[in-house]
């Protein structure tokens, strides 16, 4: 009776694993890959195998390092995929260079901030210090700066890690301060401002993007404004509600304003990014 074959190490299951998938690969991408740390070579060999089924994939794309940061990126599973089915299915063969559409995609991707890093340095909020903060930015309207606060620490924005989406409508007319309220909150929290305008607004695709499918598509106002902060927990000021178009388009704005700030919603939905994003 033969002696039963010792089971490899987990070490050399790390090793069977890198070579299998440079074994798949170009001389370009192996060469490329190879030139890598080992736990970056592991790391991308492990990604390939959980999101594709195995390492030995066929017709993984030329642009291997971009391939790589969606892989290792903290980006969910599903805009993983799609991220690396347009590169790979718009990639062509031999040394074809990637269409910038593809390339501007899997920036887009990469651009958006993880959750986990942008609540992680949030603390709890003292209304005390942050009515310091707005008399110190803001000359009189003791009214509308108490009830700020107050209005702020019952809707949860004062906890670490408050849900953002929880709204808070500042109303008034013109020229009263509401933007400068908005900033001042904002700075005394520790997070940074971002201002939609929707003065005029008349298309929702100003909110939720374009399909990617359509020539020169792009992600809304929130994605940009994710990726200009590169937070994922910003205080985004909708400023001009009440001069959003009068008409069918409008409502849909309006409409889509009101789904983004449910406290409900599990995550948004841009249609450029095609998959959820945790705002």
Do not use: W
Not at 145 to 168: C, D, M, N, Q, W
Not at 205 to 230: K, M, V
Not at 249 to 260: N, P, R, S
Not at 273 to 278: A, L, M, N, S, T
């Amino acid at each position: 009776r033969a002696p039963p074959k010792p089971r490899p190490t987990p070490k050399k299951r790390k090793l069977e694993m890198v070579d299998a998938m440079v074994d798949c690969l170009g001389d370009d991408d192996a060469q490329y890959i190879l030139s890598q740390p080992f736990t970056t070579r592991y790391a991308t060999a492990r990604a390939l195998a959980r999101l594709e089924g195995g390492v030995d994939s066929p017709g993984l794309p030329h642009d291997l390092p971009l391939r790589i940061e969606l892989l290792l990126s903290q980006l969910p599973d599903c805009l993983k995929r799609r991220g690396l089915e347009y590169l790979g299915t718009s990639s062509g063969c031999g040394s074809a260079p990637v269409p910038p559409k593809a390339e501007k995609y899997a920036g887009v991707l990469l651009g958006l901030p993880s959750s986990e890093n942008s609540v992680s340095g949030l603390g709890r909020a003292d209304v005390a210090a942050i009515m310091q903060v707005l008399d110190a930015d803001i000359h009189g309207n003791a009214a509308a700066k108490r009830a700020a606060v107050s209005e702020a620490a019952i809707t949860g924005h004062l906890l670490p890690g408050a849900p953002l989406r929880s709204p808070l409508a500042l109303c008034g007319p013109p020229g009263n301060g509401k933007t400068s309220i908005a900033r001042s909150l904002a700075r005394a929290l520790g997070r940074p401002l971002h201002i939609i305008p929707l003065g005029g607004a008349n298309d929702v695709a100003l909110l939720l993007g374009f399909p990617y499918a359509y020539e020169g598509s792009h992600p809304g106002a929130i994605i940009d404004g994710l990726r200009e902060t590169r937070t994922a927990a910003p205080l985004i000021l909708f400023d001009e509600l009440d001069k959003i178009a009068k008409t069918t388009k409008g409502d849909e704005v309006t409409g889509a304003l009101i789904h983004l700030v449910d406290p409900a919603l599990d995550g948004f939905v841009d249609r450029y990014v095609g998959g959820p994003v945790d705002v």
